[in-house]
């Protein structure tokens, strides 16, 4: 497939909040993002295959990567019927029937546990179905022959890989800046070809709200962290570049040239010898913007109970949570403070997370019984403007909501993990 239109790649656990956020997207925005849903570990295969239904009813007719979710597994492990889709007998053969069954997924290697040999054979299996396939790096599970991996990868079609460098969870992106750079550093060169997409993906949504009262900006620096990435890219492989011709060449190397990087990705060079414009040339890696889609990864057995209603709505660079558990605010209270605050509220972007969080600060009962009612509602409204601002970052969204299919709304409640 062609990466030209793999703008943003949302990350996106199996949950009914998510698939539902991701079904009322307006077809254009579905079309500027490529998510990565992550199935359990273990699974009763029927649940599998609904779900796979599910997703591309959601997801109509796109391709979407599919991995397995690492960070969760069902609390009970001895229920019976279940197939582990990360055993390594007879080559992965649960999770390889699994992408069978759809033409639109673009698999992940599974990695663990995995002999170089397996991996190989398992690209080669990837390879015979024509598919797309994508070496994702998470930050809590690092592949513990990853140079090998690299090495492996390097022998095979460019065109058909996607590299995922997944930092999870943490409090602040920037405190993951020194652990990207380096992976990617480590990356592009020697072994990957320039032309491979490289895919930067963490989250900073919050775990805990109970200091939160009243409305509540929680900022978020993915984009910040991923601009400043782009341009330390920039300039250290110029930098590479530079030195590695200039020991074969017969320019001075050291006070002619200053690089510098312009804080957009973008490297300006100040030279007194016309010479090294023509050293420094080089393909840029392609970088592409991810994260959890304002959510984070799951904890096993991970259950939130008895939390007070709260309305979450995104903006570019900042979630703001509108609860208060003294004044006993419920969905609608809460709804109503935060379209109230004209400083946070857009209300123009014309899409179902959006109207969602609408209906429930209406005065009229009936609106509000067909707004945000529950907590997994509030989850799928504010996932939906998340991705939808994400998928326009820093350009003009159309505002008028354009739904691909009929939808039956009873079937996303159909599987549980």
Not at 53 to 74: K, T
Not at 370 to 383: D, E, F, Q, S
Not at 397 to 405: H, N, R, T
């Amino acid at each position: 497939m062609s990466f030209d239109r793999m703008q943003y790649v949302p990350t996106l656990p199996l949950q009914s909040s998510g698939v539902m956020a991701v079904r009322h997207l307006p077809k254009v925005t579905k079309g500027r993002m490529t998510p990565c849903f992550l199935f359990p570990q273990r699974a009763k295969p029927v649940h599998l295959s609904r779900s796979l239904e599910i997703i591309e009813r959601a997801y109509h007719q796109r391709r979407y990567f599919l991995d397995i979710d690492r960070h969760y597994s069902p609390v009970n492990k001895a229920q019976s019927g279940f197939v582990n889709l990360n055993v390594s007998d007879n080559g992965l053969s649960s999770w390889t029937s699994l992408i069978e069954q759809s033409e639109w997924i673009m698999p992940c290697l599974q990695t663990e546990a995995q002999s170089i040999q397996d991996i190989e054979n398992q690209i080669k299996v990837y390879e015979t179905m024509g598919r797309t396939y994508c070496f994702r790096i998470l930050r809590d599970f690092p592949p513990l022959n990853m140079v090998a991996i690299l090495n492996l990868l390097s022998k095979f079609d460019p065109s058909k890989l996607v590299i995922f460098l997944e930092g999870g969870w943490t409090e602040d992106s920037f405190q993951l800046e020194s652990w990207f750079r380096d992976l990617l550093i480590s990356i592009i060169s020697p072994n990957i070809d320039p032309d491979v997409p490289i895919v930067i993906s963490c989250t900073s949504w919050p775990k805990a709200f109970s200091s939160m009262q009243g409305i509540t900006r929680v900022p978020f620096s993915n984009r910040s962290l991923f601009q400043n990435l782009k341009a330390d890219l920039s300039l250290s492989l110029v930098k590479k570049s530079y030195e590695a011709q200039v020991a074969n060449s017969d320019v001075s190397y050291g006070s002619q040239t200053e690089l510098k990087s312009d804080g957009m990705g973008r490297v300006a060079h100040s030279s007194k010898n016309a010479q090294v414009q023509e050293l420094v040339q080089l393909g840029q890696p392609r970088l592409i913007y991810g994260d959890w889609g304002s959510t984070r990864p799951r904890g096993t057995g991970q259950i939130a109970q008895n939390q007070p209603p709260r309305i979450d709505y995104p903006t570019a660079d900042a979630w703001y949570v509108a609860r208060n558990k003294n004044e006993n605010w419920g969905f609608h209270e809460a709804a109503a403070k935060m379209v109230g605050n004209a400083g946070v509220w857009c209300g123009n972007l014309g899409i179902w997370g959006e109207d969602m969080i609408l209906r429930s600060a209406s005065r009229y009962p009936f609106h509000q019984k067909l707004g945000v009612t529950t907590a997994p509602k509030n989850v799928a409204a504010r996932i939906n403007i998340h991705l939808h601002r994400q998928a326009f970052y820093d350009e003009a969204a159309p505002g008028a909501l354009d739904l691909d299919e009929d939808w039956e709304e009873q079937l996303i409640n159909q599987f549980n993990f």
